[in-house]
Nanobody
Framework: QVQLAESGGGLVQAGDSLRLSCQAS????????VGWFRQGPGKEREFVAG????????YYADSVKGRFTISRDNTKNMVYLQMNSLNPEDTAVYYC?????????????????WGQGTQVTVSS
């Protein structure tokens, strides 16, 4: 089992950048693939970015491709989401999630463990 805790959210202006962090504790972190998801007001939870167990493979939602970068440091049990060129449509609670399966997945139902989320608000 693994516990996840997100941090780094906040209130920023359009065009600004933020880096979210996800700290993992518990079982060896490198056995988990990780994804970032977000849930905006009145919206369903949606996939943002995913990264393989070693960090060698990453994939993104079309809406963030070229603006967001996911990375991980297994020596520190950390996963990051660098978010650039933020716009008001990026406003949401951002969650990191982990899964044991190595298969790439954009579906929240395929992730086994979740953090509590961190709020990102982008003003225009």
């Amino acid at each position: 089992q693994v516990q996840l805790a997100e941090s780094g959210g906040g209130l920023v202006q359009a065009g600004d950048s933020l880096r979210l962090s996800c700290q993992a504790s518990g079982r060896t972190f490198s056995v988990y693939a990780v994804g970032w998801f977000r849930q905006g007001p009145g919206k369903e939870r949606e996939f943002v970015a995913g990264i393989s167990r070693t960090g060698g493979s990453t994939y993104y939602a079309d809406s963030v491709k070229g603006r967001f970068t996911i990375s991980r440091d297994n020596t520190k049990n950390m996963v990051y989401l660098q978010m650039n060129s933020l716009n008001p449509e990026d406003t949401a609670v951002y969650y990191c999630a982990a899964k044991l399966s190595i298969v790439e997945s954009r579906s929240p139902s395929n992730y086994d463990y979740w953090g509590q989320g961190t709020q990102v608000t982008v003003s225009s």
